[in-house]
């Protein structure tokens, strides 16, 4: 089983510019998240979605916004990305059982 | 609002124990879980622990929980280098039906040969 799976690795963008960060889910998960983790600060919750067609704002919303395609995809964009949002990005899915996590492998992101 | 509190660093010599410990917030979390991250890597479940439980043994690692405290430790038996890794001690606050992990800031464990 692939997981949880996150495009690209790694990506340096200018201030500026926009993407959008792909993750994608083959468990059934209805839940799925997109955190971000800095040095120091462990991972912050940017927005999640509890099920096909919903979406929230966790603790560090500003300059991104999500898309829930599908019961698989979940993705975040960076409209105009600005250097404070240098990160690691994580997307996480979980089951309705345990609530137990699972990580993709992280978009180191680089604003410059 | 509160955070789920960890210290930052543990060093430990290989082969002995290691205790991470963390206080979360919500008295009310019926999950709380232990996740480790190596290097490059997202992170993975280690173990978890139901509210009605005391203690959890799983091969080298034991999990203690005391509610009362809101107090929450791992102990890795005959630390190995191959453990230095990040830990993160997580909880799952009821909130509103909403069923969100939330992490502590994580503890790096470096393992001295």
């Known amino acids: 089983n692939a997981g949880v799976t996150q495009t690209p690795k790694f990506q340096v963008l200018k201030t500026g510019q926009s993407m959008t960060l792909q993750c994608a889910q083959d468990?059934?998960?209805?839940?799925m998240y997109w955190y971000r983790q800095d040095p120091g600060m462990g991972l912050r919750l940017i927005y999640y979605?509890?099920?096909?067609?919903?979406?929230d704002k966790g603790e560090v919303p500003n300059g991104y916004n999500v898309s829930r395609l599908n019961k698989r995809e979940f993705s975040l964009r960076l409209e105009s990305a600005a250097p404070s949002q240098t990160s690691v990005y994580f997307c996480?899915?979980?089951?309705?059982?345990?609530?137990?996590?699972?990580f993709g492998q992280g978009t180191r992101l680089t604003v410059v | 609002g509160e955070d789920v509190e960890q210290s930052l660093f543990l060093s430990v010599r290989e082969g002995d124990s290691s205790v991470i410990n963390c206080t979360y917030t919500?008295?009310?979390?019926?999950?709380l879980y232990w996740y480790k991250q190596e290097p490059g890597a997202g992170l993975q479940l280690l173990t978890y622990?139901?509210?009605?439980?005391d203690m959890k043994q799983d091969q080298r690692l034991t999990v203690l929980l005391n509610k009362k405290d809101k107090h929450l430790s791992l102990r890795i038996a005959d630390t190995q280098t191959g453990d230095s890794a990040i830990y993160f001690c997580?909880?799952?606050?009821?909130?509103?039906?909403?069923?969100?992990?939330?992490f502590g800031r994580g503890t790096s464990l470096i393992v001295h040969p």
């Open positions: 997580a909880e799952i606050p009821p909130s509103g039906g909403s069923y969100i992990p939330t």
């Open positions: 919500d008295s009310s979390s019926t999950y």
């Open positions: 622990i139901f509210s009605n439980m």
């Open positions: 468990m059934n998960h209805n839940s």
């Open positions: 979605s509890a099920s096909e067609g919903t979406t």
């Open positions: 996480a899915s979980s089951d309705r059982g345990t609530y137990v996590a699972f």
